[in-house]
DNA sequence: AGCTCTTATGAATCATTGA
DNA sequence: GTCAATGATTCATAAGAGC
C-alpha cells in the first residue's frame, strides 16, 4: 500500500517546475487564468499578450509530462470588442510548433451559465477542454468513465461524483462505488466528447473555479491509482483534492499565498498522515486506505 | 404579400456568386464539405489545403452578404494522423484577415451522434456553427428563438404526462422542443450558444446529417420574413427548404448535379407558383400564406 | 425523508463613467 | 483617445427554511 502524496508549491509554475524532472507526470490538469482576469497576481494578463505569456509555461509542462501522458487545458476566450478573441487558437498552433499534439478538443457545457443580456450575443454556455499529448501513445482508461445509459443517466452522475468521495465506498481501482455496481446490470455506454457540467455555485469558502467533477473525470480517464497530476494553476486546490480522493498523487503550484489556506481546507484532516510546511512550499503526504 | 423566391443554382459557388450583387443577403448559413469529402467535385480537398480552397469563397461570401446581414458556418475538423486537423482555426484566422468579424463560436452538441469506439477517442458529439460578420451592427432577433425556462418546463413536464418525457425536454439549452408555441405566454428564457439538437436519422436518400432545425434556428435568430438566405453548398436543399416554410426568399447553390432531384423533392409541391428551369440553374418562385 | 419556496451567487458582457 | 472601474442585465443551481 503505498503513500499518495499530495504537494502544493507557492510561486509561478514556470520557476518552480524547473526543479521538477523531465517525463515525472501522467497527467496535467488545470484551468490557467483567463485574460484580464487576477489582474493583481499574474500582472492581468492582457489577450494580446496571453500567447506570450503562456508559451514558455507551455514548454515547462512539455517537459515534465511523460511520453504517456496527457495535458488537458480547460480555457475559454472572452469577447473583446465585440468579438471573440483569438489567442485561445492561436495558442494551439503555437503549442503545436512546441511539439504538442492537439488530440481532442473536449466541450464543457456548463448547464448553469453565468446569466445576462445583451443586443448582439447570448450567454456563453460552453468552455474548452483541449487536450494536448507528447506522444500518440498515451494511456487512456475509457472504462473508468463508463456512464449508465438513458435518462435516469445524467441524474445520477451528480450523485455518483458524490457517493466516489465519501470514504465509505470501498472499492477497488475503477473509482466507482457500490451504488455504481448495481447500475452495472444496466447497459453503459462509453460518454463523448462533450461533458454536462454545473458549475459549483454554492460554496461559500471561495468561488469554484470548476466543479469537481470536471478534473474528476479527466483523472479517472487518463491515470491510474498512484500515478501522478499536476495543476500548475491549482488555485483553491480543486484538482489535487480530487487526486487525492482518487488515490492519485499530485502536484499543485499556485502563484497565490492566500490560496493556501483554502487548500490547507480542502483537503480533509482525517486523511493526513504527515503534515509537513517549509518555507515556500507545503507537502500533504496521505495514506489512503 | 410578397412571393417568396426560392432559387436553385448548379455550379461552384466561387463563380455562381460572382453574378450576385454585393450586399444582398441578409444571412449566409451552410455547411460546407468536410475535408476530404466528395472527392471527386471539388477535387477532393485535403485537409492541408482546405483553407486555401476555402479563402477566395468566403471573400465572395463576404462581398455578398449584407452589412447587417450574418455568415453561419457549420463545421468540424477531423482527425487525422491521431490529431484534430487545424484547419478549423486557420479559417478563422485568415479570414479575419479578408475583413470578417469572427462574433461567436456557437457549439452544436449533436445528442444522437455516430456511434463507434476507439481506443484513444470518444465519440465526436459536437460541431463548430462560426459566426461571421461584416460589422458589429448585425441583425438579430433574439424573440424568434426563446425557449422555456428550464425550472419551470420540468415542473410543467412533471405534471402533465411522464410518459412523454422521452425527449424534447428542451430546457434553455437552446433546443427546441415541438411545443413551445404552446407555451409562449409562460415565463420564457432567452437560449446560450449551445444548441441541443438531434441529427436526421430518417434521411435515407441524403448522407448529410444536417438537421433542418439548425438552419431553422439560425434563420429565425437573424432574419425576419421576405429576407434573403443563401446557401453556398446547399447540398439536398435543405436550408432553402426550411426558409420557404419560414417565408424567406432563399438561393441555394450546389456543384453536384445530383442533388438537383433531392432539392427538388424537397420544396412541397402545393407551395409551386412558378417553376423554371434553364440550362444550368432552377427557380423555385413560391407564394406563401 | 420527501416536498415546496426562497435566496445567494457566479472564469459573463456591454455601455457608461471617470481618470 | 486610451484605459480601467462600475452598473445593469439575467438564470440554473445549491443550500436553507418550513412543512
Known sequence: MNAIKTDYYLGDCLEVLSRF???????????PPYADRRSKTYGG???DQ????????AAELLRVLKPSGTFILNIKEKAVNG?????VIELILEMRKQGWLWTEEFVWHKKNCYPGKWPNRFRDAWERCLQFNKTKDFNMYQEAVMVPMGDWAEKRLKHLSEVDQSRDTSKVGSGFGKNVSNWVDRKMAYPTNVLHLATETGNRNHSAVFPKTLPEWFIKLFTKEDDWVLDPFAGAGTTCQVAQVLSRNSVGIEILPQYYQLAKENIKPTQYLLFEETQDETHYTTGNR
Do not use: A
Not at 496571453?50 to 509555461?57: A, D, G, I
Open 83 to 87: 468579438e471573440r478573441h483569438t489567442y
Open 50 to 57: 496571453y500567447v506570450e505569456w503562456f508559451l514558455p509555461r
Open 21 to 31: 524532472d523531465t517525463d515525472s507526470f501522467d497527467l496535467i490538469v488545470t484551468s
Open 45 to 47: 494578463i492582457k489577450p
